[in-house]
């Protein structure tokens, strides 16, 4: 595969992650969920539960182009620095499967509903706790996600594959995934603060700038962008 290619491939997986975040993890719940109010929660998947459903495989999609984003990257990053590279795959083949374990909770939740003989209460008690489930363990893959940015951002900044400001985003991003998990645990109301905003900045700008600029532009390679 040329460069210019694996760039592209590069750059529309990541586009695939991007457009599904945005989707799943943000249009479904603004839509569906409101946690303080898990009774509207329930009536809302019920009623439309073709969107919940279709949050789900997006969710899913999203996990499955970000395990293959880096093994695309690989083998132009492994040769400014082979550890690094190896060490960036290693945490996402992590990240990955705890992040496709979030999603069966999702999926007992139409579970739930599909069941005739739960009763209503039953079934909201079940949902709150599935979220709550979802949530925590997707805290825990956080940290992953958040672990291999940061070899990701150094090998683009020494490299020069990427611009180093955005590499310098995705290493300060990488840092904002610790902040808020440590936040959250040691901060009964650190949710309530605007510190988890601001720390999702980073990485939002560096990913984002990254998926751009390698469907635009093209990684480096011999001094010149392919």
């Given at each position: 595969m040329t460069p210019i290619k694996k760039s592209r491939l590069a750059g529309i997986t990541y586009l695939t992650t991007v457009l599904t975040v945005l989707f799943s993890l943000m249009y479904v719940p603004n839509k569906q969920i409101e946690l303080d109010n898990i009774a509207t929660?329930?009536?809302?998947?019920?009623?439309?539960?073709?969107?919940?459903?279709?949050?789900?495989?997006?969710?899913l999609l999203c996990y499955i182009a970000l395990l293959i984003l880096p093994l695309v990257l690989y083998p132009s990053l492994k040769k400014h620095n082979l550890s690094l590279?190896?060490?960036?795959?290693?945490?996402?083949?992590?990240?990955?499967?705890?992040?496709?374990?979030?999603?069966?909770?999702?999926?007992?939740?139409?579970s739930f509903l599909n069941d005739p003989n739960m009763k209503a209460d039953q079934i909201q008690t079940l949902t709150s706790i599935s979220f709550k489930s979802y949530h925590n363990t997707t805290r825990v893959a956080s940290i992953f996600w958040g672990l291999c940015l940061i070899p990701f951002g150094y090998l683009g900044y020494t490299s020069g594959h990427i611009p180093k400001v955005l590499a310098v985003f995705l290493i300060i991003g990488g840092l904002g995934y610790q902040i808020n998990f440590i936040g959250y645990l040691l901060m009964p109301e650190f949710n309530q603060t605007i510190i988890p905003r601001i720390a999702k900045i980073p990485s939002s700008i560096g990913e984002i700038g990254t998926c751009l600029w390698l469907l635009i532009v093209g990684m480096k390679k011999e001094g010149k962008y392919v």
């Open positions: 929660t329930v009536l809302n998947i019920r009623d439309h539960r073709g969107l919940f459903a279709s949050g789900v495989i997006s969710e590279a190896k060490i960036m795959v290693s945490l996402v083949l992590v990240a990955a499967p705890i992040s496709c374990l979030t999603v069966v909770y999702k999926i007992n939740i139409l």
